[in-house]
Each structure stands twice: as structure tokens, then as C-alpha cells.
């Protein structure tokens, strides 16, 4: 690893800040999905994605296809913060004119792999980013059909998106195809508009349903960062079929009063309510450096 | 009379006309699309031999992916492909793609701004017995109210092919339209075809009407304009393959010349090449405008012959029609 688990955690708690600040200063927005995925972003573009923000058209990078654009914020914050922007522009989020549009347009912003929202998008594009690739370069020798890529197609989902259609049709592909240079994470949060999912539309077992599409499934604590990281690497050792990192989350995870409600799943903080969860985090962040 | 330097079949008006599937051509223009360039990829939603796929698919079976019944992830997928420099045409029904998948070709395709080629054949009511759920009627509407999103109706078989090769070569999202049943073949490989442009195939000294007609119903036009000129009646046909970008200037020009339009298509009236046409017209030069097409009903099982006179795209509904606005001022 290139960072210690010390130094992802402050990333990550900084990240937070950061998600507090512009959804405080654009008034609307998404909260809780946001810090509850924090750390997985943070593991993700700090010791996973293979990029380059000053070049972000390098042809041999990955691709991150985000399929809940809703949680932008996170994204967002984490790009800053890997020198993609100035971490000052994340205060235009939402804004006239900004770049960084309420859901992800790439026409603004042309890092961006590709613009989302509309749920249920994003595991078809990456998959159908997965087959072209395999097209160019091949797929693991294991598999007899030539030569080997380290490029990797990642597709972050929601667990509300597990509810569309194509979310199933995109798997069964993949699956079929044995695209083992696809790598999802599901965000796990159990929260969605409405309500918890398990009440809108129950979608365990969700593990299973996964397995009987072909795909390897790997668990793992969302907020812990030797987890999050070894479960990358893992995938990355498995040549036979694409893999689903199914990420436990807390929905709002670092401010108490968010927390696994899913009231703030759509809403962002006022004034008082940011100061609040600003101490909060520097509270954590105190916390992270005195080792706990 | 015929517009000589339209170069098209000089059979066209004999009773042993030949006869292609518009569909056909798209499977040759493909073939040659994806010779000459490497990037071209094709997506089917089970339906490979029926949208003529199938030529591609055995040349080129590594560039070919079957998706399934699932039209959906066929647009999205093509999107990822695209955006890894693949040049997708994915095929299908009308009705199911870009009829089931409308959302996916806006927002994975059309505001994600991918190079990919939506081709949507059995169109119109002359797929015939399948009957009305299988007949797409809407879809030039909705593929026309997409940002980005281009939409050509060849007529016959042979432009359907050097439409689909124009559509490779056109970076952007590309709707073609093509129709199930053999159509009159009314091009020749000469005839001038360019992406945008319309064509002037039926020209007279003193018009009286345009008849502005796309897909199969370029070649009732025609029939009809020879009938109306044998009873003294001069008309202009234009062939608007291109319903956008629309040649702006050659609808306003044969609007100018004969003072009043027509336009025939196999789809519904409402937001069609028709209403397309209305729109530059309406803002540049207003004129009488009589519409052809289908009067906001679904079709439902027959011959195509049958269909298409039931429906008042007949020839005979076409000189009808270009009669009565003739008495339009």
C-alpha cells in the first residue's frame, strides 16, 4: 500500500468535511449515501484506480463508471482532493455555470468517464466498456484467448438500483461473458427515498442473486479500510468471472445525527446543522490521529 | 417527370420493378462499414438474421455480441463500447429499440454524447401480419426530440445501404430507420447520396404541390406523381432521408416553387417527418400543408398492401390528397 490506514482515514475524514461544506453552500443535494461511501472512495482513488489527474485522457487508465450519480458529492470531493480541481471549486456544486453539475454531466466535467443519474445505468456501460476492452487486448491467459490486460473496468452501484431491470440484464451479460476485468461495489446502505429498501422492495438475498448470475461476490465492512483495499486486490486475482464487492455501509456514516436515517438520503444540512457535523468530524479526525 | 440526374432505376415504374428489403441493405452497408474500419461493432437483441446482423456476425463473429432479449442493456452497453472507441450499431425491432429503451439511448447515449448507431428496422404497418404490436409508428418522434441524436429513412434497399455506411463515418448518435417488407427499388448505386441532403427525384416546370416523402412511401410518391401527371397535374418529389438535420433549404425551396406541401410517411402524423417539416416551415416560408401517415391509431394485421391503403398511404390516397390541396390557397 502506498498510504497507511492512518493516512486513508484522515483522507477520508477530510473527504466528509468536504461533502459537509458544498452541500451546505448549494443548499440541495444528497447527503448520507455521499458519507457513507467516503471511505470507500478514498481506499478506491488513493490505492486502487490507476489514473492520472493531470492527464485524466490517459488511454491506459481505468475506468470508474458511477452508476448512483445522486452521490455525487462523494466523487466529487474525492477528485479534489486527488488534484483533479481545486478544492476550492467543489463550493460551486450545483451552481450556475459550475462544472460540477447536481448529477454527473461529463459535457462539464470531461474527467468524468460518463454522466449519470437515472439509475440503473452504469453496470450495461461498464460492462459494454469491459467487452471493448477485452476486444483490444485480450483476457487473462487463463482463459486461452491471448494477451493480458492490467486495465480494469470498476462500476460503483447503489442497493436502491438493484430494484431496475437492467442492473439484471447488465449482470447476466457480464456473467455469460466471464468479464473478470469487471470489478462492481454495491453500496450497501439499506436506504433508498422512500424508506429502507428491505420495505420498499426486499432485495436480499442479495449476496445469492449475485452468485446465480455467475459473479464472484466478496463482503466486507465498508468503513474499514484493510477490508475495502484487500477486497480490490482480490477481485483482481479472480480470472474465471466479473466480481461484486458488496460494501456495508452506514448512510451518513461520521455524523451522529445522519446516520442510518433515511431522511437524509435526499437532503442536505442547513447552517446550524453543518456546524454540527463539521465538529463532529473534527472530533474523528482528533481521534484518527491520536490512534484512536 | 423523372429527375434525370437522380440517376435512379430506370425500371422503377415497370410492373417486374425489382424488389428488396430496405433491411438488406443495411446488412451489406455494414459488412462494408465494418471492413474498412476496425472500430465498427455489432450489438443484437436476439433478432440477428431478421435485422439483417447476420452478414456481419459471420465475417466478423469476434466483433459481434449477442445481447439477448434485453434492449435496454443493449443501448447501454453499446454506450460503454462507444466510449472505448467501438463504433456500435446495435439492431433490433423499432418497437423494442429505440421504443423500450428510449431512456437508455437519452441519457447513456445521447447526453453521455457516444458514437453509437441505433437501427430500428420493421418500421411502419408494412411489417404486415406480425400485426400492431410489432409495427413501430413513433419512433422518428422520439428519436427527432433527442439532443444529438441524427435520423435518416432510406427509401429502398440500395440507400439504406449507403446510409448505414454514412452513419459509421458520422461520429455522433445516429437513429436509421428501416422497413421488414420488399420495397420497390428506386436508387441506383449512381444515384447522389449525401448525408443531410434531400433529393429532388420528381421535378416539373409549373408544381402545383410538393410531395415530401421518406422510407418506402419515396416510391408510392413517385407512382402517384406519374398518375397526377398523366390527369395534367404537376408535383415536386422530394426524398428527405435525412429528417435531421433537415435540409432546410431544399423544403423551403420546393415549398417556394409550388406554393404548397405533402408529406407521406409510415408514422403516426403526430411529431413526425411531417411535423418536422411543418416546423421549418411554419418559421420560414408557411404554406398549406396536408400530412400523410397515420392518424394516431395503432395498426394491426394484413399484407403490407392492404395496411398501408387501409391506413391512407396508398398511392391512390396520395393523388387523392394532392388534389384536394390544390384547392388550398
Known amino acids: 500500500m502506498h498510504n497507511t490506514i492512518k493516512e486513508l482515514e484522515t483522507k477520508a475524514n477530510e473527504i466528509r468535511k468536504s461533502v459537509i461544506e458544498m452541500l451546505v453552500e448549494a443548499g440541495s443535494g444528497h447527503s448520507a449515501g455521499p458519507l457513507g461511501m467516503a471511505d470507500v472512495f478514498t481506499a478506491f482513488y488513493f490505492e486502487i484506480l490507476r489514473h492520472d489527474p493531470k492527464n485524466p485522457s490517459w488511454p491506459e487508465r481505468d475506468r470508474l463508471v458511477m452508476s448512483n450519480g445522486h452521490i455525487n458529492p462523494v466523487l466529487y470531493a474525492t477528485m479534489a482532493h486527488a488534484g483533479y480541481f481545486p478544492i476550492e471549486e467543489l463550493k460551486t456544486l450545483r451552481k450556475f455555470g459550475s462544472r460540477l453539475q447536481g448529477h454527473p454531466h461529463r459535457e462539464f466535467l470531461p474527467a468524468l468517464e460518463n454522466s449519470s443519474g437515472p439509475l440503473g445505468l452504469g453496470l450495461s456501460q461498464s460492462v459494454g466498456m469491459a467487452l471493448a476492452l477485452r476486444m483490444d487486448k485480450g483476457i487473462s491467459p487463463r482463459l486461452g484467448s491471448g494477451q493480458t490486460t492490467d486495465q480494469y473496468i470498476y462500476a460503483f452501484l447503489s442497493d436502491g438500483e438493484q430494484e431496475c431491470g437492467i442492473t439484471w440484464e447488465g449482470a447476466m451479460l457480464a456473467g455469460k461473458e466471464k468479464l473478470h476485468n ?92 453543518a456546524v454540527l457535523a463539521l465538529n463532529e468530524l473534527r472530533m474523528i479526525g482528533d481521534k484518527i490521529m491520536n490512534g484512536k | 417527370m423523372i429527375n434525370s440526374s437522380q440517376k435512379l432505376n430506370p425500371k422503377l415504374f415497370d410492373k417486374d420493378v425489382e424488389q428488396e428489403p430496405i433491411r438488406a441493405g443495411f446488412g451489406h452497408g455494414l459488412l462494408e462499414a465494418a471492413r474498412s474500419d476496425e472500430r465498427v461493432v455489432g450489438l443484437c437483441a436476439d433478432l440477428t438474421e431478421s435485422t439483417k446482423m447476420d452478414v456481419f456476425k459471420k465475417e466478423f463473429p469476434k ?61 411502419g404497418v408494412s411489417v404486415g401480419p406480425d400485426g400492431g404490436s410489432h409495427q413501430a409508428l413513433e419512433d422518428i418522434a422520439i428519436m427527432r426530440a433527442l439532443p444529438r441524436m441524427r435520423v435518416l429513412v432510406p427509401c429502398d434497399s440500395i440507400e439504406a445501404k449507403k446510409a448505414t455506411e454514412a452513419a459509421a463515418k458520422n461520429d455522433g448518435p445516429i437513429y436509421l430507420r428501416l422497413a421488414r417488407e420488399k420495397t420497390p427499388v428506386v436508387t441506383t448505386a449512381e444515384t447522389p447520396f449525401e448525408f443531410g441532403k434531400a433529393n429532388l427525384l420528381w421535378d416539373s416546370e409549373k408544381p402545383s404541390v410538393a410531395i415530401i416523402a421518406c422510407g418506402p412511401m419515396v416510391y408510392n410518391s413517385l407512382v402517384a406523381a406519374k398518375s397526377l401527371a398523366e390527369e395534367g397535374i404537376e408535383v415536386l418529389v422530394l426524398n428527405l432521408h435525412t429528417i435531421k438535420p433537415m435540409d432546410k433549404e431544399a423544403v423551403i425551396e420546393v415549398a417556394k416553387r409550388a406554393g404548397r406541401v405533402v408529406t407521406v410517411e409510415e408514422h403516426q402524423v403526430m411529431g413526425g417527418m411531417g411535423s418536422a417539416v411543418a416546423e421549418v416551415l411554419a418559421s420560414n416560408f408557411p404554406v398549406p400543408i396536408e400530412f400523410i401517415g397515420v392518424q394516431d391509431k395503432f395498426g394491426q394485421s394484413g399484407t403490407p398492401t392492404e395496411l398501408v391503403e387501409f391506413y391512407g398511404m396508398g398511392v391512390k390516397s396520395i393523388v387523392e390528397v394532392v388534389k384536394k390541396i390544390t384547392q388550398r390557397k
Open chain 1, 182 to 273: 469487471l470489478i462492481a461495489v454495491i453500496d450497501r446502505n439499506n436506504i433508498q427515498i422512500d424508506g429502507f429498501t428491505e420495505d420498499i422492495m426486499p432485495l436480499e438475498p442479495l449476496a445469492d442473486k449475485w452468485r446465480a448470475f455467475n459473479w464472484r461476490v466478496i463482503e466486507i465492512d465498508g468503513h474499514n479500510m484493510e477490508e475495502i483495499v484487500g477486497a480490490f486486490n482480490r477481485a483482481k486475482s479472480i480470472f474465471e468471472k466479473p466480481t461484486i464487492i458488496i460494501a456495508h455501509t452506514i448512510p451518513g456514516k461520521g455524523v451522529s445525527f445522519m446516520e442510518k436515517k433515511f431522511e437524509w438520503h435526499g437532503k442536505p444540512p442547513n447552517k446550524e446543522e
Open chain 2, 63 to 123: 466483433r459481434f455480441i449477442e445481447i439477448g432479449v434485453a434492449e435496454q442493456n443493449l443501448a447501454a452497453v453499446a454506450s460503454g463500447m462507444a466510449a472505448m472507441g467501438k463504433v456500435p450499431f446495435l439492431s433490433s425491432y423499432a418497437v423494442f429499440s429505440p421504443g423500450r429503451n428510449w431512456e437508455q439511448i437519452r441519457t447513456t447515449i445521447c447526453y453521455n454524447d457516444r458514437n453509437v448507431k441505433i437501427v430500428g428496422s420493421h418500421a
